[in-house]
T-cell receptor, first 114, second 111 residues
Framework: QKEVEQDPGPLSVPEGAIVSLNCTYS??????FMWYRQYSRKGPELLMY????GNKEDGRFTAQVDKSSKYISLFIRDSQPSDSATYLC??????????????FGKGTHLIIQP | DVKVTQSSRYLVKRTGEKVFLECVQD?????MFWYRQDPGLGLRLIYF???????EKGDIPEGYSVSREKKERFSLILESASTNQTSMYLC??????????FGPGTRLTVL
């Protein structure tokens, strides 16, 4: 049984703060990891993709993966009100024919206060 | 940019009706997926396909079927809609084992 744990929040922080979002997982078969942002009544939008332990940076966003601890994080620097959304972690495995479907956390609702 | 489109944003159907949800992607992606998203339950995988005419069950396939006759199109079929299938349905596509790109979603209500 694949399982991903993610605190649903809401997480409320002031504008300009550093935000830390986290997920833990139990299945060591997961090989690649993603973070999605989802605004209300919209489809998820891919933010970050990584398949190795360590950090990956893209603008104000940093994704961190620790496979030994089965723990992934997304950091948002200089947070803006437009970052207010639900953030979903997702992870997947490779199969012989290609990618399997992703297993998602339930999402963290983030609120950035102006 | 990758574009994944879904046939309807909002759909209202009656119990027992046969429902078709269609998804089209324009980036020649091999893999396509159908998820449903419910409050408190998150996104759950219904079916996926990694090639034309190929399909694999996801975590919650009961009550659903799929069709992939062309590479760019993946259809989700509710053979006999029930009220517990009221949900947001999301289609996604990916190239090999890479990032999945989502469509805008179809909010289905079954009365």
């Amino acid at each position: 049984q694949k399982e991903v744990e993610q605190d649903p929040g809401p997480l409320s922080v002031p504008e300009g703060a550093i935000v830390s979002l986290n997920c833990t997982y139990s299945n060591s078969a997961f090989q690649y990891f993603m973070w999605y942002r989802q605004y209300s009544r919209k489809g998820p939008e891919l933010l970050m993709y990584t398949y190795s332990s360590g950090n990956k940076e893209d603008g104000r966003f940093t994704a961190q993966v620790d496979k030994s601890s089965k723990y992934i994080s997304l950091f948002i620097r200089d947070s803006q009100p437009s970052d207010s959304a639900t953030y979903l972690c997702a992870m997947g495995t490779y199969s012989g024919g290609g990618a399997d479907g992703l297993t998602f956390g339930k999402g963290t609702h983030l609120i950035i206060q102006p | 940019d990758v574009k994944v489109t879904q046939s309807s944003r909002y759909l209202v159907k009656r119990t027992g009706e046969k429902v078709f949800l269609e998804c089209v992607q324009d980036m020649d992606h091999e893999n396509m997926f159908w998820y449903r998203q419910d409050p408190g339950l998150g996104l759950r995988l219904i079916y996926f396909s990694y090639d034309v005419k190929m399909k694999e069950k996801g975590d919650i396939p009961e009550g659903y079927s799929v069709s992939r006759e062309k590479k760019e199109r993946f259809s989700l079929i509710l053979e006999s809609a029930s009220t517990n299938q009221t949900s947001m349905y999301l289609c996604a596509s990916s190239l090999a084992a890479n990032e999945q790109f989502f469509g805008p979603g179809t909010r289905l209500t079954v009365l």
